[in-house]
């Protein structure tokens, strides 16, 4: 089941110059699986994302840190009732959202794929990991929090790190236009899909992003 709140106004200053065939588009859908329950992730691609992101570091902060950056994440907490004490952010980049969330919560480590970009960390940023996020260095269960801002879905991974009555904040800051990008029914697709459990979501936009809060249904929830 989808629930969809109102949208809400905000300011479109996503990073322009790439388009929706990028790349890391069909990486995107290959990674989540959807109907196979099985994505696709292996060295040749932990390589060429990870090669891709180390030169994109040293001009990230440059051009991503705008007024409103983070407006949809924090709509997506606010309005998605998302709670918690240990919290991941996952594909954190330069942890430019970090600076706003991480007081939020009693435990906040930012993790990505590339060590480039932790290099470029932002002042004040949280505990940072570089790992692969489809085997992360974390017991089953221990997350409250799994944030996924224009990141990689691995559907498997995120049920064995997330806690029973934990959630998934999944953000595209450019909407359908995000390179990394799926929306919110193909979010709850491959996770079910993953699982063979029943997911819950609520979604909303803010400006042209778009944002879900990804839970799993209680066990005795109807359809």
Do not use: K
Request: proline fraction near 4%; include cysteine; charge should be negative.
């Amino acid at each position: 089941m989808i629930e969809e709140l109102p949208g809400v106004d905000g300011v479109d200053e996503g990073t322009r110059g790439t388009v929706v065939n990028h790349r890391m588009r069909e990486v995107t859908e290959l990674v989540a699986g959807a109907d196979a329950g099985v994505g696709v992730w292996d060295d040749s691609l932990v390589g060429e994302v990870r090669t891709l992101f180390d030169s994109l570091a040293p001009d990230w902060t440059t051009t991503r840190d705008h007024p409103g950056r983070n407006a949809p994440v924090l709509d997506a907490l606010d309005r998605g009732a998302v709670v918690g004490r240990t919290v991941l952010e996952l594909g954190a980049g330069t942890c430019i959202s970090a600076r706003d969330l991480q007081g939020r919560f009693d435990r906040y480590v930012a993790a990505d794929l590339s060590w480039g970009m932790l290099s470029h960390a932002v002042d004040g940023a949280p505990p940072l990991v570089c790992t692969d996020g489809s085997a992360l260095p974390l017991a089953d269960g221990v997350l409250d929090v799994l944030i996924l801002q224009n990141m990689f879905l691995f559907a498997a991974e995120v049920d064995r790190c997330l806690a029973v009555d934990g959630c998934v904040v999944w953000v595209n800051s450019r909407g359908p236009e995000t390179p990394i990008h799926l929306s919110c029914e193909a979010v709850v697709v491959s996770l079910e899909s993953a699982t063979g459990s029943e997911w819950r979501a609520v979604t909303s936009t803010v400006g042209e992003a778009t944002w879900a809060v990804v839970r799993r249904a209680p066990r005795n929830a109807a359809r």
